[in-house]
């Protein structure tokens, strides 16, 4: 990905639009993101669930008896404890996201990355416009067996096996927190089971990329931050030790113009909207 397009839509377009959901997804496409960045987690039935938490979000979420999820009852509804016809039943747009007064309130529900990609693959293939995919593995160690499956290769699998079935490789960057999760990856590309096209991210909120790369031990496609722990030095240092600088997530027009002026590679934003200029649309 040399020519890496600058912005990213976390979590599809989450400014205006339900967090997650295909609506998100669409809309920055529109808008002309080219990089969808997202979360998976998995359902009991083995499914890959694109959602930022591995249970219902009490701050959008609805049952399906329309009622909202109370923040007491998040943790009932584990997404590695449903199948996926249940999670389905859950609306996750229609009451909106108070921390997102901009957002359009809609029908929505967590779909399946593989309806993620396909709704990306369709753009790549009617635009003739390359389309990337930022996919987080959402993983605790303290949530093996518990959210999600016990080991993150049993994760890493069953996501690897939606990717491969729709998407050239050179098209996907695998982020996580957990670096187990990255560690995985980076050793079983090596081994020549997972292709070596695919970018790893390192995500991080304020670790140095020193620490980073002596924490995992390996040299990752990209150095992700929280934007306000990053300094110039740092982008400088990633640059001689061959890591690409992807921050998140800067929301205003000037916070982003610094992070251009620091020389990141790319930016991941709620509002892809609010920095045109960077946007090339499609229609």
Known sequence: MAQMPFIQGHRGFRGLYPENTLPAFESALQAGVQVLEMDVCI?????????????????????????????????????????????????????????????????????????????????????????????EIKSAEVEYGISQP??????SDKVWEVISQQVNPQFVILQSFDFQVLKFWDKSMKAGKYPMLILLSALV?????????????????????????????WVIFCHKNGMKVVPWTANDPDSIAKLSEMGVDAV????????PHYLKPMH
């Open 43 to 135: 359902s009991a039935d083995g499914q890959v669930v694109v959602s930022h938490e591995p249970y219902m979000n009490s701050i959008y979420s609805s049952k399906p008896d329309g009622q909202a999820v109370l923040k007491e009852e998040e943790k009932l509804f584990n997404l590695y404890q449903m199948p996926y016809s249940e999670i389905k039943k859950f609306d996750t747009g229609k009451r909106g996201n108070s921390q997102f007064p901009e957002q359009k309130p809609m029908a929505a529900h967590k779909p399946l990355l593989s309806e993620v990609l396909a709704l990306g693959e369709a753009y790549r293939k009617k635009y003739h416009q390359d389309i990337y995919y930022n996919i």
């Open 205 to 233: 909120s304020r670790k140095s990329p020193e620490n980073t790369l002596k924490d995992l031990g390996f040299t990752p496609a990209i150095y992700s931050p929280n934007y306000q722990s990053l300094s110039a030095e």
């Open 268 to 275: 991941i934003t709620d509002y892809p909207n609010r920095v």
């Open 150 to 155: 016990k080991t993150v290769e049993e994760f």
